[in-house]
């Protein structure tokens, strides 16, 4: 299996999980399934179903995790020296060239991307557009809407 980028604040996210669905939701649906199963029959008890339920997801939400992690390249944007050029984990401020607007981004893992904090997928178009960019270039952006350019303001490593 390929290794699978993220960053540093993204594999403390999914350790934090981790370690919450083995410490406390793990235990706690345990628990729910034994209230369940001393109520008596099985065949008709919605919550002992409902408790099986929730166990089901937990432990695959727990391999899924386990395994993410297991083949993680961590990286730490604030040790990157990529001599300006946008990389992975790397912060970049642009400026659409049609409107003026100025936004942010930071380049991440899939699993730690979120639009509404400018975090983006390594994978999404705007990223794939950014990557090997330097301060002032523009990066052109297959967007639904039809191309858009940007052009990069700074490129951070923080």
């Not at 409902?50 to 395994?67: C, P, T, V, Y």
């Not at 509404?116 to 960019?133: C, F, T």
């Amino acid at each position: 299996m390929s290794t699978l980028p993220i960053t540093k604040r993204g594999a403390e996210l999914l350790k934090a999980e981790l370690h919450k669905l083995k410490t406390v939701e793990r235990p706690s649906v345990i628990a729910a399934i034994s209230e369940a199963r001393a109520q008596g029959d099985l065949s008709e008890n919605a919550e002992y179903d409902a408790a099986k339920d929730r166990q089901g997801f937990i432990e695959g939400r727990i391999i899924e995790l386990e395994g993410k992690l297991s083949v993680a390249q961590v990286i730490d944007p604030t040790a990157l020296n990529a001599g300006g050029r946008v990389v992975f984990g790397t912060t970049v401020d642009l400026e659409s060239e049609d409107t003026g607007a100025k936004v942010t981004y930071q380049i991440v893992g899939e699993d730690e991307a979120d639009i509404k904090y400018g975090l983006v997928n390594i994978s999404s178009p705007i990223a794939r557009a950014l990557i090997g960019k330097e301060e002032g270039d523009v990066a052109e952006v297959q967007a639904p809407g039809g191309v858009k350019s940007y052009e990069i303001v700074s490129v951070r490593y923080i």
